[in-house]
């Protein structure tokens, strides 16, 4: 079955930095579209960053020019570089991924990030 598994979360200072990644497994045609959700406490699930086997991305405006999200296709493995960190990007960030052909969409099981002095 399909799995994503998240590392790198942790706690920062503001102006920090940290990298996520998240491997991939599972799927017989591989991934299409994998990427980054988030979710603070009170808050709905958000998107953060995506990309494409062909290198397409997208980011939420908050995150722009802060966030750099990247891919190694080979691996099935995506990555989540975020600098400048500010205490609004704490959160519960989930990896996620659409597996090639099915088209069937799935969740990590996330990972805190937590940024404070």
């Known amino acids: 079955q399909v799995q994503l598994v998240e590392s790198g979360g942790g706690s920062v200072q503001p102006g920090g930095s940290l990298r996520l990644s998240c491997l991939a497994s599972g799927s017989t045609f591989g991934f299409n579209t994998m990427g980054w959700h988030r979710q603070a406490p009170g808050k709905e699930r958000e998107l953060v960053a995506t990309?494409?086997?062909?290198?397409?991305?997208n980011y939420a405006d908050s995150v722009k020019g802060r966030f750099t999200i990247s891919r190694d296709n080979a691996k099935d493995t995506v990555y989540l570089q975020m600098n400048s960190l500010k205490p609004e990007d704490t959160a519960v960030y989930y990896c996620?991924?659409?597996?090639?052909?099915?088209?069937?969409?799935?969740w990590g099981q996330g990972t805190q990030v937590t940024v404070s002095s």
């Open positions: 990309t494409t086997t062909r290198g397409h991305t």
């Open positions: 996620t991924a659409v597996t090639t052909v099915t088209n069937n969409f799935y």
